[in-house]
C-alpha cells in the first residue's frame, strides 16, 4: 500500500512518511488500549478513563487524514506541504 499523495500541475500534496507512520502507531495504540480494556475490565466497568483515551486515539487520526484530503482542492494547504525551491524542484 503507498502514502496517500494528490498531485495537481506540478505541486505536491501528500502525507509525509514520518506522520503517517505516527498516524497508524496512534491508530493501533488506541484499539490496543480499547482491547484491552474489554478483556481485562469490561466486566467490572473498572477504569473507565480507557475508554475515551482510546477512542480519542482512534478518531483522531481518522479525523486528521479525512481533514487533510478534504482541503485537497484548497491552494493554501498546497502551500503548507510543499515549498518550491526552484521551478520543478520540490521539498517536503
Known amino acids: 500500500m503507498s502514502l496517500p499523495s494528490m498531485e495537481e500541475g506540478g505541486r505536491c500534496k501528500r502525507i ?4 503517517t507512520l505516527l498516524l497508524l502507531l496512534s491508530t493501533a ?5 480499547l482491547v484491552w480494556w ?9 477504569k473507565l ?8 486515539l482512534i478518531g483522531t487520526p481518522l ?15 498546497l502551500g503548507l506541504l510543499c515549498k518550491e525551491t526552484a521551478p520543478g524542484l520540490l521539498l517536503l
Open 16 to 19: 509525509p512518511a514520518r506522520a
Open 38 to 46: 474489554i478483556v481485562m475490565y469490561h466486566q467490572s466497568n473498572d
Open 49 to 56: 478513563w480507557m475508554v475515551p483515551v482510546s477512542l480519542i
Open 63 to 77: 479525523i486528521s487524514c479525512f481533514s487533510f484530503y478534504a482541503s485537497a482542492g484548497s491552494d493554501d494547504s
Open 29 to 33: 495504540a488506541g484499539a490496543s488500549l
